[in-house]
């Protein structure tokens, strides 16, 4: 059983989908706290339906540094061991990072390293990739380029908009999360280097996507 810390700003859909996972028995893990910098959004409604601690930490009058120091004391009073960010709209310090070294996850609607950055929806529309997705990743002291866990693929369809091509991403960003969670809860994520090995996990042999579907060679 890990012991998590939840950092929000918004709606907190992915935060739902951890407490779903959580109460079904799929994620072997405790929401210790939930944390906002942004007092009444939905993240927190959501905890409270839910029985969870819940607190906003405002940063105003705070520099970076400061609210973060604010932030570990919060998480380190209720034994957290593991920081989940979950749309926190903040840059993370080193304060925060040094505090929970590669113990500090994210996730982010492109396949990393490629589409770092906010609002990128639409960025990869523009850019014409045939595939997008996400990718949940241990932070570190960069934008976006912390050590990577886990990715999901979905297509990119000539129709799409930024609306459309973040549902279809965000319904991978609600299954991933929880199972990188439960690789760790499980001890089975081994970082070495740039790259995150997830020992025991059984392999996809010859799985692969097509976007456009071939019209040819038996497709």
Not at 197 to 216: C, E, Y
């Amino acid at each position: 059983m890990v012991n998590l810390g939840v950092l929000v700003s918004g709606s907190g859909s992915n935060l739902q989908a951890i407490i779903d996972n959580i109460e079904a028995g799929r994620v072997d893990a405790r929401i210790q706290v939930v944390i906002s910098n942004v007092p009444g959004v939905y993240a927190l409604e959501r905890a409270k339906k839910h029985g969870l601690l819940h607190r906003v930490i405002l940063h105003k009058g705070l520099n970076r540094e400061e609210y973060d120091q604010k932030v570990v004391e919060a998480l380190k009073a209720r034994d957290v061991e593991l920081v989940v960010l979950a749309g926190f709209m903040r840059i993370i310090t080193p304060v925060l990072l040094r505090a929970f070294p590669m113990r500090v996850m994210n996730i982010h609607p492109a396949l990393l390293p490629a589409f770092p950055g906010t609002h990128v929806w639409q960025t990869q529309i523009d850019y014409g990739v045939k595939f997008a997705g996400c990718t949940v990743h241990f932070v570190d002291e960069g934008t976006d380029t912390g050590p990577i866990i886990i990715q999901a693929v979905v297509p990119v369809y000539d129709e799409d908009t930024a609306d459309t091509l973040n549902a279809r991403i965000l319904k991978q960003e609600h299954k991933i999360y929880s199972q990188a969670i439960q690789m760790y809860a499980e001890g089975r994520l081994e970082v070495q280097g740039r790259r995150v090995l997830a020992k025991g996990v059984p392999r996809a042999v010859d799985s692969f996507l097509i976007n456009p579907p071939p019209t040819f060679l038996g497709g």
